[in-house]
Every structure is written in structure tokens, then in C-alpha cells.
């Protein structure tokens, strides 16, 4: 009998489809130790997570591999890459965002990066998501704007966000992440991730600085259709039973 996968991308566009929103839990591989993560992965069996993002801008830790193999004996959701250059990448994930920085102008995270990596890509088994990755102004510099030397699009620039966008889907990328930054104090304003959710048409994730129900209510409501959260659940891994309860809301009403 033959039988087919679902690409982790097949997945995100049929959700998409479905008006099913998803939510993806960024680890740090610096910022946990064995029991911090366990406490997390424990929580994300009880309530209804989608997948693990894994990466920072900088990772001193010598093993990504090691957190990797942790999520994957202590949960069965897929684990993509969030690399801050190539440098991180692991062939034991699943996935990698093969981020390019279009609201930047340094070619070295818009094309450079990705050629030293494109051969460690091929090499290994991960599924390379093509995503045009925007940075959003959030009130002060970010760990991305500084380690990137980029400057962020402007938050009260709706129109530079959604034509930045709209190009990287007509340059044929598969996805579009509007960042305001790990931590970010403000996060990617509502209008603006209207501007841009009413100009491409394919998947939007949003994160940075979501660390209220309010605040996640309020990106999903704009249209976002993946919310990445890293910050507050490493803060407060209890946060996740009240993002759940966001998600419940808007995923019982897609049905
Ligand atoms: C193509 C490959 C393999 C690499 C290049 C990838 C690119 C272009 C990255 C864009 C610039 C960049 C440094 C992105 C990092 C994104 C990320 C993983 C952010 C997570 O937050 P942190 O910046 O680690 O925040 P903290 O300060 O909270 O640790
Ligand atoms: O850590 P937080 O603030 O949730 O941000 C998540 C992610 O979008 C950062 O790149
Ligand atoms: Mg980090």
C-alpha cells in the first residue's frame, strides 16, 4: 500500500484553510535546563500546543541536539528550527524557517546565510520552510535588530509591512513571520497585522512580546494564523492554560 505524508507546510496551509489557529512554543536552548523543560513539556501534553519552534538570535549552549532529543522523547509534535544564522542548524528537527530578513537591508541575513547553509540542508532530512521574516519596531532594540544590524520597519507603517510582505510572496516564499522581538515590550500592533493578513495569502505567523490572553486574543483576531510565544511561558509555564483557553475560543468557532 502506498502511503503519503503531510508536510509540516501542507499541514499549516490546510489549518489556514480550515481557520483552525495554531500555536507554536519557542524554546531557547539557552534558557532552559533539563527540569524547566520537562515542567514545559509536561504542560504541552495537557493542552492542545501545535509545535515547537527551537533557536534564538545567539545559542551558547553546545547542544541544540540535546533539547531536540528531549522534546521528541517527552512529546510526538513537530519541531522546527528558528535559526538566528547557520550555525544552528540540527538534522534531528523536523523543520527549519528558512528565514530571510526582508525588512532589513543587510545581504549577509537576506541571502548570505542561506547559501552556507543550503548545502547542510540538502545533506539532511529537514523540510525547508521558505519564510519572509519582517521585523516590527517594539519600542526598544531588539536581541534580532542588534545581532542582524538591521533596522525594523516602523510599527505605525502598516503599508511598508503588507508591500514587504505581499514581496516575499510574490518572490515565492511559503510563509510570512511579523517579529516584534523576543521580549518585545509592544508588540506587532493589530493594524498592522491586518494590513499585512489582507494583502498575502499565505500563512502569517506573529510573536514577540504576546504575554497577556488580551494580547494573543488580539493577534489572532487581526489575522494572525500561527502565534509564536517564548518569553512568557518561559517565565510562567502556567501561562499556557490561559493562551489555551484563547485558542479554544477561536478554534470552536472555525468549526
Ligand atoms: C538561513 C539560515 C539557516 C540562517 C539565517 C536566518 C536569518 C536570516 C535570521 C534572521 C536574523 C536573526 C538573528 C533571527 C533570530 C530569530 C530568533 C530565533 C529569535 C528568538 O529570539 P532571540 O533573539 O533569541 O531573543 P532573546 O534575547 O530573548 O534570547
Ligand atoms: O519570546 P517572545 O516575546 O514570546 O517572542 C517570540 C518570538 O516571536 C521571538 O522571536
Ligand atoms: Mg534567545
Redesign the pocket.
Known sequence: MQTTTTTLLQQLNSFKEQRKKALAV?I?P??VDEDSLSKLLALCNTYPIDFF?V????ITTPSIQSVISQIKSQTSKPVIL?????L??EPSADA?L????LSGRNPE??IG??VV?APL?KQSQLEVLSTG?LLIESGRP???SY??NTTPIPNNKPDIAACTALAGQYLGMKLIYL?A???AEIPVPAKLIQAVRGMIDIPLIVGGGLNTPEKVAQALEAGADIITI??AFEDKPEFLEEVAKVFEKYNQASI
Do not use: E, R
Not at 55 to 58: A, E, I, R
Not at 82 to 86: E, I, L, R
Open positions: 519557542l531557547d539557552d534558557k519552534l533557536g534564538g538570535s545567539l528558528f535559526p538566528g544564522n547557520s544552528h542548524i527549519i528558512f528565514l530571510s530578513l541575513f537576506l546565510q542561506h547553509a540542508l521574516y531588539t536581541t534580532v545581532m542582524s517579529d522581538g523576543s521580549g517564548g518569553n
